[in-house]
């Protein structure tokens, strides 16, 4: 769409507005008085409020983004220091152009509707798109907060993991320790056993050889008994004449 007149942002009163440059809207709408007679007239004609309806700015103090160079060269051409401007809203810039009463005011006050809607729509996709921003952000915020949530939790498991891992380590070490350990007391008890049969077949040994020998000296003895016996039954029977059984 053809720009006609600027559009801008301006602070109007307290608050933020879409705003025109009434020397603009004269110019765009072709008036034949000049811009001030003109922008008094109207004001003071249809009760528009200054701070509602417009600002006045003097020596170009206003807040138009982009337009402080060109509106100081028109203001260098007509009036120098102190020329003033008005700074009208939308709404007071499409009843002024509504009251020409010609088609050029007809023209500007569609253009003016035509930019409100384009604008109504872009700050509808705005807020859509920062909506849609906002919504991504918590959706990221919440998949944030899980994430940690679970980055804790397997932190945690590991932890647990760990301690159990060291647990582990700690029982195997100490079976491999008893372990080693029943090893070394059975070897220990079997060099022992070992060193005791051996003391025990020493002392077996010499009880054997002891009591063979008592053994022989026993029947030594015996036989010496026997002979005796045998000796005092034979002068018996020689002496009393009996026969000495076979």
Not at 191 to 212: D, H, P, S, V
Request: hydrophobic share 40%; proline share 1%.
């Amino acid at each position: 769409m053809h720009e006609i007149i600027k559009i801008s942002n301006a602070v109007i009163g307290k608050d933020q507005a879409e705003a025109v440059n009434a020397r603009d809207l004269h110019k765009g709408l072709g008036v034949g008085r000049d811009y001030n007679t003109w922008i008094k007239a109207r004001i003071s004609k249809y009760g528009f409020e200054e701070g509602q309806d417009f600002v006045i700015a003097q020596n170009l103090g206003i807040s138009l983004p982009q337009m402080g160079e060109r509106y100081a060269q028109n203001l260098s051409r007509k009036g120098g220091e102190n020329a003033i401007d008005y700074l009208i809203s939308l709404d007071m810039a499409k009843e002024l152009a509504m009251i020409e009463s010609n088609d050029k005011g007809r023209e500007v006050r569609r253009y003016f509707i035509a930019c409100e809607k384009k604008l109504k729509q872009t700050q509808t996709k705005e807020l859509l798109r920062l909506s849609n921003i906002e919504s991504a952000w918590e959706k990221s915020e919440r998949a944030y907060v899980e994430l940690d949530h679970t980055v804790h939790n397997k932190y945690d498991s590991l932890i647990a993991e760990v301690k159990n891992l060291k647990l582990a380590v700690a029982e195997e070490r100490k079976d491999v320790r008893d372990q080693l350990i029943d090893e070394k007391a059975e070897k220990l008890f079997s060099t022992w056993k070992r060193q005791l049969g051996k003391i025990w077949a020493e002392r077996f040994k010499i009880i054997q050889e002891n009591l063979l020998a008592i053994e022989k000296r026993y029947a030594k003895l015996h036989q010496f008994h026997d002979l005796d016996i045998e000796r005092f039954i034979s002068r018996a029977l020689h002496e009393t004449g009996a026969a000495v059984p076979d």
